[in-house]
């Protein structure tokens, strides 16, 4: 027997073992220690994360990792990894990571995350989470000790409206110990007021991740100022024109009431427009002791000036350019005016004289056919010669 006829049996041995077992063999989960739990895969569907993770999981009530990813379940039903209500002996008190990254979820409710009071990271990367109006309540309410938040690609949206309504889910928690948080990939098109202050709330946030929206601005607000630990936001791959005075500023505050610390904002890859209007960054970018990560690398999106490294451009590469063209302009509406107006008085002064005109070009007409008529005449009349 060949090596491709075996693996073809022991594959079909494996089947029929899962089938007569009734699934018991074909178990998504495995344990890669006594203090983690790893459950990946198609198998790990609705019907697991309802009726068997529960039980897996007093099994291993010291389990410190669980991992449940690439999974078809689509909903987290309240209290799904333990009944901590009814039997306060099962809470997962040593749990400090939970995974659930590139499943297919859309609902979670309001008491999943409760039984897990020590829980220091919890990804729920990749994921299509649809928060509707009506249920905003403290998702993460019962995580005091939260530490990294990763919401990376986690929302979808038809109505680009989930990042008002985020807000209202990060104001409803407890974030008083949270020092990372992700929000990249989310479509996000603007950062509101409203979601600015939720993040001053966590008053031990560290590192903020925006990067790969839509943000074409951001509306960072004075109480940043206040941060002392807060070390770095990504606003990186998003569609900035240029940077608003306000956040210049914000950003200052920040390096400047803690000097020990090395802020640092990441703009790489936007949409830099280098008109007039970027002066004011450009200057930013030579003289702020922020770490703006790779500045020196910035160029120009479009335009005169497109692909020059912002840094390096004159006040005349900015804005001469723009003077010349509207100067050019300004004198190309004042030729067109121009000639409108003498078209128009040509045309009056036509309209006026038309009689005079229309008698004048009758007497010329009445002329040229008289001449004509005298020559032909002479011509006739003329004797006869030799050469003739």
Known sequence: MDGYAFWRISCLGFLVACFMTKGVICDPCRQITARALWCHGKELDQNFINNSLKGKLKVTPDVQEIHLTNGTFSELPPNAFSDCAQQSGTKLTNLTKLDLSFNNITKIHGKTFHCMPNLEKLF?????????????????????????????????????LHVTKLRYVLDNSNFSKLETLKL???????????????????????????????LVSINITHCFQRSKLLEKIDLSDNSFTTLDTRSMTVFNAIQNSNPQVNFTVNLRNQQWSCDCGIKQFRDWLSTTKVHVMSKSDYRCYDGANFRKHIVNLSDRDICHDNETDSSVQAGVVVVIVLLVIIGLALIGVLFVYRSRLTSFAHGVRKSLNRAGHVQYSSVDDSPLTADA
């Open 124 to 160: 729920l990367h990749h994921n299509r989470w649809q928060i509707h109006k009506d249920n905003h309540t403290g998702f993460f309410n019962n995580l005091p000790n939260l530490v990294e938040l990763d919401l990376t690609s986690t929302f979808e949206s038809p109505d680009r």
């Open 184 to 214: 990249g990939n989310n479509d996000m098109q603007f950062l509101d007021d409203g979601l600015g202050k939720s993040l001053c709330n966590m008053d031990r946030l560290r590192h903020v991740n925006l990067q790969g929206n839509n």
